[in-house]
């Protein structure tokens, strides 16, 4: 029996995974390819029913239309490394599908998982922002210059004219506004077919053996079997139907539930809510063409705008919906636990018994001001917002993930912390997950920076969190609104 040495788990060693979105999920590929022969996903969610849509049930972060993939990373080098990579597989996934060799059932050749239309990251001003400077810089250290344009040089439009992007340069047609803008184009990214692609990934994932527990009361981890009061290491879980699993890792892969199931993520992490809105374009409208990806680019704007800023959104989808995301405030929900102590709980809108479909005033109105300034095609067409959603980051106080054991503990780790940008390596995260449970290269970026830290002394965080009801950004504070009540800032 092979023994990994680091961590004194036998590829035969039952290992349990709670949580199926994209930590869960590739962790579960990567950790079977390597030749893990025991390993049990579970969830709560349906998946096999709902197949990841928003619409069925579903509330991960994970279930959703589409998420932005973008190798340019600012000075991250290691994340544009790890999305060069992801992007590769990313088409092989494609080309997988088109084969219409061993697709998840439901799925047809037709059917996709990576757009490749560009991500924009645009501003209203005349200078790129320090982001988005060290992109190029970085993308051009990497051979990757042709692929990181800047809207506004000429050479560069002449490239992206070239490469078939040119819609994607000005999509909100600023210039004839004469409204100001510069933006970096980068030309390998585009979006994730995110419900697609965790269907991809959870086929592939039993193809490799590994089982899979869903629903509300055998998936669902009520809690985790600790071996003694030290409440450090555990030796299984317990799924709501009283089952109890034996195992000899548990690995929480829970998005925004994460941190009220651990504890020690107390200061680490936090579920925070970014707020979602879509637009129904009919289909007999003109604007299903005029925002279809082949004439219109992932895009961010603003994105340094402060709380009247941070909007991203995607070309229109098969459906007719155009969603729009805002994250220039992200809220919380905090709620006293077991312990006593407050921490933030993702509330959507199938979480019982309190849910909802509303989202604060302050976001709609930022949104639908976007819609008017940038989008008013929308509006000459009668159209505007008809639904409103939350979906839950877990943000840490540093924007990196934490990937480790729980301190103290050789048998239960927490995967999380997706600080909102984990969706495109859903292709190869998981091999860092697993790499990390083995103990192997941990010294090295990028695994180096998502191992248990806390805040140092003198050390600014990209996040406060957790600062509970006393915090500004409650929901209770917010003035929380359904899409029809529409929200201007002005009238705020
Ligand atoms: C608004 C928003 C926009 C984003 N945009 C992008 C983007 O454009 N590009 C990008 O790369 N990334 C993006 N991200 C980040 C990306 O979506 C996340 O990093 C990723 O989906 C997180 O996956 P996860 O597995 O950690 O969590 P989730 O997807 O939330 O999955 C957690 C799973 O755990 C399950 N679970 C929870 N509690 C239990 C329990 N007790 N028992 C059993 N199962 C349980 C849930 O049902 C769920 O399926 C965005 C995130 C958000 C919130």
């Known amino acids: 029996m092979a023994n990994n040495r680091a961590s004194g788990l036998a590829k035969t060693s039952p290992i349990l995974i709670i949580g199926a979105g994209v930590f869960g999920l590739s962790t579960a590929i990567h950790a079977a390819r390597r030749g893990y022969t025991n390993i049990t996903v579970f969830d709560r969610q349906s998946y096999e029913q709902s197949n990841y849509d928003f619409d069925k049930g579903c509330d991960a972060a994970s ?12 000075d991250e080098i290691d994340h544009q490394e790890m999305c060069t990579e992801a992007i590769k597989e990313w088409r092989e996934w494609d080309q997988e599908i088109a084969s219409g060799k061993d697709l998840p059932p439901g799925m047809t050749t037709e059917d996709r998982v990576f757009v490749n239309n560009g991500s924009l990251s645009l501003s209203a001003t005349q200078r790129l922002d320090m982001y988005e400077v060290d992109s190029i810089e970085g993308m051009r250290a990497a051979g990757l210059r042709k692929s990181a344009l800047v809207t506004t040089d000429e050479k560069d439009q002449t490239e992206a004219s070239k490469q078939g992007f040119a819609y994607a340069l000005d999509p909100f047609r600023r210039e004839e506004k004469g409204l100001p803008y510069i933006g970096l184009l980068d030309t390998t990214g585009g979006y994730a077919v995110a419900d697609n692609a965790c269907r991809l990934a959870l086929h592939k994932a039993k193809r490799l053996g590994v089982r899979f527990v869903f629903g509300e009361r055998r998936g669902t981890l009520k809690e985790l079997v600790y071996r003694d009061e030290s409440r450090t290491d555990v030796t299984g879980i317990i799924t709501e139907d009283g089952s109890v699993h034996s195992s000899s890792l548990v690995l929480l892969a829970c998005g925004g539930w994460t941190p009220a199931l651990v504890p020690q993520l107390d200061g680490i992490t936090e579920a925070t ?26 895009f961010q704007f603003r994105m340094y705008g402060g709380s009247n800023g941070g909007l991203y959104g995607f070309a229109c989808d098969n459906r007719g919906l155009l969603k729009i995301g805002y994250r220039g405030t992200r809220y919380t929900n905090p709620l006293v636990q077991q312990d006593g102590k407050e921490r ?28 008017d300034e940038e989008m008013p095609d929308i509006r000459a067409e009668g159209l505007g917002i008809t639904r409103t959603r939350l979906c839950w980051y877990t943000d840490t106080f540093d924007d990196h993930y934490i990937i480790d054991y729980v301190p103290g503990s050789t048998s239960l780790m927490v995967a999380t912390g997706c600080s909102g940008h984990a969706f495109k390596f859903l292709p190869n995260i998981g091999k860092h997950v697993v790499d990390i449970w083995e103990r192997s290269g941990t010294d090295q970026l990028p695994k180096s920076r998502w191992l248990w830290r806390r805040l140092r002394e003198g050390q600014k965080p990209d996040n406060i969190i957790m600062q509970g009801s006393a915090g500004p950004n409650t929901l209770s504070k917010a003035n929380m609104v359904l899409a029809g009540q529409e929200a201007t800032l002005a009238k705020l």
């Open 63 to 74: 279930a959703d239309i589409n998420k932005i993939v973008r190798t340019a990373y600012g």
């Open 273 to 298: 809510a970014g707020s979602v809105a879509l637009v129904k374009i009919p289909p007999t409208s003109r604007l299903r063409e005029r925002y279809s990806e082949k004439n219109f680019p992932t």
């Open 344 to 371: 933030s709980v993702p509330i959507t809108r199938w979480t019982l018994p309190h849910r909802t479909d509303k989202i604060a005033a302050h976001a709609l109105a930022v949104i639908n001001q976007f819609i």
